[in-house]
C-alpha cells in the first residue's frame, strides 16, 4: 500500500505522461494513461486493504479479513478521514467476538469519524446498542436502538432491532 500523498503524485505524472502522449498523437497511449490515473485516484479514495477485507468478511473468512486490516500500518495517517471510519467499523466487527470493550471503542471512532452508508451507520449504532445492553446501559441502549432504526431505511436490520427490544423488556 502507498501512502495517500505518493498516490496523488503517481496520479499526477500519470496524467503529465497523457498530456504528452496526446500532443504526440498517441491517442491510445494517451488514454490509457487516464484510465491508469482514474485506478489511482479511485485507490486514492477507496483503499485496496479495506475492500479486500470487507470482501473475506462478505465471505465469513474473519481471519483473512484480519490479515489485510493488519497491514494498514498507521491508519491514522495512511487513510484519508472516511477509510479511517471504515477501517475502525471493520477493527469493531473483528473485535466485537472477543473484547467488547476494544470493539466499543472501535464502534465509537468509526461514528465520530463518519461512514458513507447510512446502513453501515445503522450497524455499528445497533453493534453500540448490544454492547450497552451487555452492560447495563439500558437508555444509552434505548436511544442507540432508535438511531439505527431511524437510519435503516431498507429495513434491512429490522429483525435485530425488534429481537433487541424484546431483550430489553425483559432486563
Do not use: C
Request: aromatic residues 10%; glycine residues 6%; proline residues 1%.
Amino acid at each position: 500500500m502507498f501512502h495517500r500523498y505518493i498516490k496523488l503524485g503517481i496520479a499526477a505524472v500519470l496524467f503529465v505522461a497523457a498530456v504528452w502522449q496526446f500532443v504526440e498523437g498517441n491517442i491510445g497511449n494517451g488514454i490509457f494513461l487516464l484510465f491508469l490515473m482514474g485506478l489511482i485516484i479511485l485507490l486514492y479514495f477507496k483503499n485496496e486493504y479495506i475492500i479486500l477485507a470487507f470482501f473475506k468478511l462478505r465471505k465469513q473468512d474473519f481471519e483473512g479479513a484480519q490479515k489485510w486490516l493488519d497491514k494498514i500500518k498507521n491508519p491514522e495517517t495512511a487513510l484519508v478521514r472516511k477509510q479511517n471510519g471504515y477501517y475502525n467499523y471493520l477493527m469493531g466487527i473483528m473485535t466485537s467476538q472477543t473484547n467488547l470493550n476494544a470493539s466499543e471503542k472501535y464502534m465509537k471512532k468509526a461514528i465520530e469519524l463518519g461512514l458513507n452508508m447510512d446502513q453501515d451507520l445503522a450497524m455499528a449504532k445497533l453493534q453500540l446498542a448490544g454492547i450497552a445492553m451487555t452492560k447495563r446501559r439500558k437508555i444509552e441502549a434505548q436511544k442507540l436502538l432508535s438511531e439505527a432504526q431511524k437510519l435503516d431505511k431498507q429495513g434491512m436490520l429490522k429483525e435485530q432491532v425488534k429481537m433487541m427490544k424484546e431483550q430489553m423488556k425483559r432486563m
